[in-house]
Nanobody, 123 residues
């Protein structure tokens, strides 16, 4: 499965974006995660969703501002990001645990990562 993130851009603080993670194959019944990495910083896990058990999780740093969702008929997972802060500036990318029935519980094994999309928050 190949993944491609899109929807990034330059926004002002307080703004919003909707990121998309489009897959070449099915994401249904698989855990899909969003990650981000800022220059000079380590990769940070942001959120996870799985339709196999309805599990959804967020990092504390984005809880209440980010919303993950999936349209599995379109093989796409979205990340709605609101109330953006300069600290959210990073390259955002998605990954999938290809195991059928994988869950966000118990640490999914993300083995397929896609190319990212840049989010820059600046006034």
């Amino acid at each position: 499965v190949q993944l491609q993130a899109s929807g990034g851009g330059l926004v002002q603080p307080g703004g919003s974006l909707r990121l998309s993670c489009a897959a070449s194959g099915s994401l249904n019944h698989r855990a899909v995660g969003w990650f981000r990495q800022a220059p000079g910083k380590e990769r940070e896990w942001v959120s996870c969703i799985s339709s196999s058990d309805g599990s959804i999780y967020y990092a504390d740093s984005v809880k209440g501002r980010f919303t993950i969702s999936g349209d599995y008929a379109k093989n796409t997972v979205y990340l709605q990001i609101n109330s953006l802060k300069p600290g959210d500036t990073a390259n955002y990318y998605c990954a999938v645990d290809l195991w059928y029935g994988s869950s966000c519980d118990n640490g999914p094994n993300f083995t397929s990562y896609g190319q990212g999309t840049q989010v820059t928050v600046s006034s």
